[in-house]
């Protein structure tokens, strides 16, 4: 006799102990959800809200996928799939995070503007009584699985990115509440004569920045003494273990060079195959597009920089970050023109050097003549800086400032301290002092990276005090949390680091005010004020002292540097140095202005100006193009 087929039908007692079920798991019931699945699960979960759905998800019976396409058709919702949107902005609207997840504005392909987000299992039913208490936001919502969302924020806000997961590290807020009170209650003190008398804050201040120029003069006398230079890969990789590499370059209005740049970039001596060049335009930029795209090569595309998020330089790296596919990733800015062996020095130092190297800075030089005074004194401060104090503080295992360009990183030292943050102007000494907290070292490379001077009063003003600004808030952001920061100063790299940033800060700051003492007291009108012989005579010897020594100092260190690259400086050159430092702070107290008003703005630097020559100064391949 034949065995009856079993039934398909749930049996009685199995159907009385299934509990009710929410809508969105009653539909997937209905496409195949086993009640057996469900019975178990429902005894684990309890009566916790949402508990069931996540178990489901937990243990692989359901996909998110099919979890929230369930869910977002019992709401009556749209549901987006994963790659059909893009974040456009995080918002804090109705559903709040703690209720149902983050709520991105998103934008299908088709341009329609949506409000995404995924929802937490427990807030279904809340979602759904907001649902029925106001039927109109079903117009302007839609659903979409937590990866979906997360890949969307990461492709569509790397504006928004930082400021998001690490608000303490981010430059998106200049003074945090905590700081402000901090000021406000030391300026308070001060106004009611409770924390120091004016006397005794002229001569602490006097103390602490002399102390703070000695520091910086000394380390300059030092770099500039010893001839440093940066070592060479012991071993050139071979080809077949060559790392992928990305270089990232992004321009803004950059017409002017931008068949110099592709020319230049197409010359590094790399593997094709193993090589990428993302130009990354902000998406209005038409001209830099039409300039660039008639001398793309092999290997080199064009990246549109969109979404939110303030217009700057780290910003659009954090977008081509996002798109990148190298091990190791480099940056170059539109005017430079780096050796063609760079990339291949670069990939086999790494090879070299223990894991805990994050980044690889190339020396910058300038590559023209000019008799104008910032070029000139321009074309000495990077010589002494780049091929003397930088050096010097690689060879001994000390962190430096990174230069904005000619950077060399591994892809997980820059994921693993955040990458760029678009908020910060300066975003080379940002990142740099990120890497020094997560543990991580730097070297110098060497190989150079030829680059243009500004040429004008305008240009260098523009580019110095957005420099400084963006110090300003590097240093700001460190600051925020002072315990944790003491325990991190524990380790000698950052405590120099930082005190190296600080100290060029503050002698910038000082410096206009002790030349202004020390020509008072030289031509004799100090004599006149109150106080002269005690208070006039302290400051007077502090300020002597810490002028002399900075410009002593910055004199050797262009020499050295000049030296290095087979110059010799004028003595009308060196005779001008006082006159360059007092422009640099200028330049530093428009900084303060400028972060105070605008803190975010992007002050670009025009390229492409100067009379560079054809060929960049004695380079050599050290093996054919591939």
Not at 25 to 48: C, M, N, Y
Not at 317 to 338: K, Q, S, W
């Amino acid at each position: 006799m034949a065995t009856p087929a079993p039934s398909l039908r749930p049996r009685p007692l199995e159907a009385r102990r299934l509990p009710p079920l929410p809508p969105e798991l009653a539909l997937l019931r209905g496409r195949g959800l086993a009640d057996a699945h469900l019975t178990t699960l429902a005894r684990r979960a309890g009566p916790r809200e949402g508990a069931l759905a996540r178990l489901l998800m937990e243990e692989g019976l359901v996909s998110a996928e099919a979890y929230y396409a369930a869910l977002a058709q019992s709401l009556g919702l749209p549901f987006l799939p994963q790659g059909s949107f893009r974040a456009d902005a995080q918002l804090e609207l109705l559903p709040p995070r703690g209720f149902a997840g983050p709520l991105f504005c998103g934008r299908t392909p088709t341009g329609e503007r949506l409000a995404v987000f995924a929802p937490v299992p427990e807030s279904a039913p809340a979602i759904r009584a907001l649902l029925a208490r106001a039927p109109s936001l079903r117009d302007r919502l839609a659903i979409a699985t937590p990866v979906a969302l997360e890949l969307a924020d990461r492709a569509g806000a790397p504006g928004l990115r930082l400021a998001s997961e690490r608000p303490d590290v981010s430059a998106r807020v200049v003074l945090t509440r905590g700081q402000i009170a901090v000021l406000g209650l030391a300026v308070a003190a001060f106004c009611l004569g409770r924390l120091l008398t004016v006397e005794a804050l002229v001569i602490f201040a006097s103390v602490l920045v002399t102390l703070l120029g000695m520091l910086l003069g000394a380390l300059r006398l030092l770099a500039g003494l010893s001839h440093t230079p940066s070592p060479s890969p012991a071993h050139l990789l071979p080809d077949h273990l060559l790392p992928r590499y990305s270089v990232l370059v992004p321009l803004y209005r950059e017409a002017r060079v931008a068949e110099s740049l592709a020319r230049h970039l197409d010359a590094l001596d790399y593997p094709r195959d193993r090589l990428e060049i993302l130009f990354l335009l902000e998406e209005d930029d038409k001209e830099t597009r039409a300039a660039l795209e008639p001398h793309l090569a092999t290997g080199m595309r064009i990246l549109s920089v969109t979404g939110p998020g303030p217009r700057t330089k780290p910003r659009a790296l954090v977008h081509g970050l996002d798109n990148a596919c190298g091990e190791l990733i480099a940056v170059y800015d539109g005017e430079d023109r780096p050796e063609p062996d760079q990339l291949l020095l670069a990939a086999s130092r790494f090879a070299e050097l223990p894991p805990s190297v994050a980044v690889l800075q190339g020396h910058l030089a300038i590559d023209h003549r000019s008799h104008r005074f910032f070029p000139r004194q321009f074309l000495l401060e990077y010589a002494g800086l780049f091929d003397c104090q930088l050096p010097w503080f690689s060879a001994r295992g000390l962190p430096f400032p990174l230069g904005g360009t000619s950077n060399h990183f591994r892809r997980t030292a820059l994921d693993a301290a955040g990458s760029w943050d678009p908020c910060n102007v300066t975003e080379d000494a940002d990142l740099a002092l990120r890497l020094v907290r997560g543990g991580w070292s730097m070297q110098m490379l060497a190989s150079t990276t030829f680059e243009e001077a500004p040429l004008s009063w305008r240009a260098w003003h523009a580019q110095r005090s957005r420099w400084l600004k963006g110090w300003l808030q590097t240093l700001l952001v460190t600051l925020r949390d002072p315990f944790r920061l003491a325990a991190e100063l524990r380790r000698t790299r950052l405590a120099v680091l930082l005190v190296y940033l600080l100290a060029m800060v503050v002698t910038l700051a000082a410096h206009p005010f002790f030349v202004g003492i020390l020509l008072l007291y030289g031509s004799g009108v100090a004599g006149l004020l109150p106080r002269f012989d005690v208070l006039g005579g302290v400051v007077l010897t502090l300020a002597g002292v810490s002028v002399i020594l900075c410009y002593a100092s910055m004199t050797l260190l262009a020499i050295a540097g000049a030296a290095a690259r087979s110059r010799l400086p004028s003595l009308l050159d060196l005779a001008l140095i006082p006159a360059y430092w007092l422009a640099q702070s200028l330049a530093f107290y428009a900084a303060v202005v400028d972060l105070v008003r605008r803190p975010h703005r992007w002050q670009k630097t025009e390229h492409g100006l100067a009379r560079r020559p054809s060929r960049m100064p004695g380079v050599q391949r050290r093996r054919k193009t591939h």
